[in-house]
């Protein structure tokens, strides 16, 4: 969407579109106007995976003024206005299921409140007793990648969602990815390294939500094994691609 928002900027400053702008916009009729957005996006499939083709014809549905609105709610950080209010599963308190590992995709993508603990061995919430201090730190740096990225997607980290996903987790966290990682000393390293993976310039209050949101998720142990068990899913799913 964003490379879309940026085709429409562009597009005001080619004298050579005017015509399509015309066509397109100037000259739209007050039907058109005040037709509802339901109604002009009536033959494109919503319920379908959104390619660029579709979000082309879709920002091209909207009227001038919606798409100023839009712009300028993506130029003032405030895209949160028009996305549906997602609550975080680690805020919920159902217990999750234990799931054994598959490599049918539509069985790692079933909706929960809470992600399913794949079976994988050992269970997850033992960790701290068995392995070197130093995994602990780089798994304070993988639950930021999570939460961070869960934030980033609004909740929906599968279908066309999918790459980014996968790109937020080891942008924040290169282990995920690869076998190779820094060694930490400290979570207070592991997670000020994971801050400046993400965005050195990011806001404290940014920071505040996704520290409080790593609280929750280490609150339970069983949090904890999901948050891992939907990381390796991520991973899984997307190397399979």
Excluded at 18 to 26: A, L
Excluded at 69 to 74: H, I, Q, R, W
Excluded at 107 to 125: D, N, R, W
Excluded at 184 to 213: P, Q, R, W
Aim: some cysteine; hydrophobic content about 40%; proline content about 4%.
């Amino acid at each position: 969407m964003q490379r879309i928002v940026q085709q429409y900027q562009n597009q005001i400053d080619q004298d050579s579109l005017k015509v399509h702008d015309e066509n397109s916009d100037m000259d739209m009729n007050e039907n058109d106007a005040d037709a509802s957005l339901a109604e002009r996006l009536a033959g494109v499939d919503l319920d379908a995976e959104i390619d660029d083709d579709k979000m082309v014809k879709i920002w091209e549905a909207l009227t001038e003024k919606e798409r100023e609105e839009f712009t300028s709610l993506v130029n003032r950080q405030q895209i949160d206005a028009i996305l549906t209010p997602w609550k975080p599963w680690w805020y919920e308190s159902e217990k999750p299921e234990i799931s054994e590992i598959t490599n049918d995709v539509s069985e790692q993508t079933k909706k929960s409140a809470i992600p399913p603990v794949l079976a994988i061995g050992a269970p997850v919430q033992t960790l701290t007793q068995k392995v070197h201090p130093s995994v602990i730190f780089q798994l304070a740096q993988i639950s930021l990648a999570y939460v961070y990225m869960m934030r980033h997607l609004n909740g929906e980290p599968y279908g066309s969602n999918l790459p980014v996903a996968f790109t937020d987790i080891i942008t924040a966290s290169p282990l995920v990815a690869s076998k190779v990682s820094e060694i930490y000393n400290s979570t207070h390293e592991a997670l000020l390294v994971g801050f400046c993976n993400i965005d050195e310039t990011m806001s404290i209050a940014s920071k505040c939500t996704l520290l409080s949101d790593l609280l929750a998720i280490y609150s339970k142990s069983m949090y904890v094994a999901a948050m891992v068990s939907e990381v390796y899913s991520i991973a899984n799913m997307k190397l399979r691609l």
